[in-house]
Nanobody, 124 residues
């Protein structure tokens, strides 16, 4: 199994950028699809992006397409979320999740392991 740990959150102004990292313990990281989700106060946890085991396939939520990029480095057991053109509505706690398997997944209930989350706040 893997245990994701997020980092890189913080406070940024509208239009700015942040890069989130998700370090996952375990020796089988490349056997897992990785996903990013976010949850704003009073709202349900929302799909942001996902990537398959090799990095050859990615998928994005409609609200972040063209602004966010998910990637991974299997040698470093780390997944990334590059966020550009940030908007106030991107403010949320961002969670990294891992799903054992070789497909790509976008529903939160499909994911097996979750990190504790990292806060992203976009100020205007």
């Amino acid at each position: 199994q893997v245990q994701p740990v997020e980092s890189g959150g913080g406070l940024v102004q509208v239009g700015g950028s942040l890069r989130l990292s998700c370090a996952a313990s375990g020796r089988t990281f490349s056997s897992y699809a990785m996903g990013w989700f976010r949850q704003a106060p009073g709202k349900e946890r929302e799909f942001v992006a996902s990537i398959n085991w090799s990095g050859s396939s990615t998928r994005y939520g409609d609200s972040v397409k063209g602004r966010f990029t998910i990637s991974r480095d299997n040698a470093e057991n780390t997944a990334f979320l590059q966020m550009n053109g940030l908007k106030p509505e991107d403010t949320a706690v961002y969670y990294c999740a891992a799903k054992a398997g070789y497909s790509i997944y976008y529903h939160r209930r499909e994911y097996d392991f979750w990190g504790q989350g990292t806060q992203v706040t976009v100020s205007s």
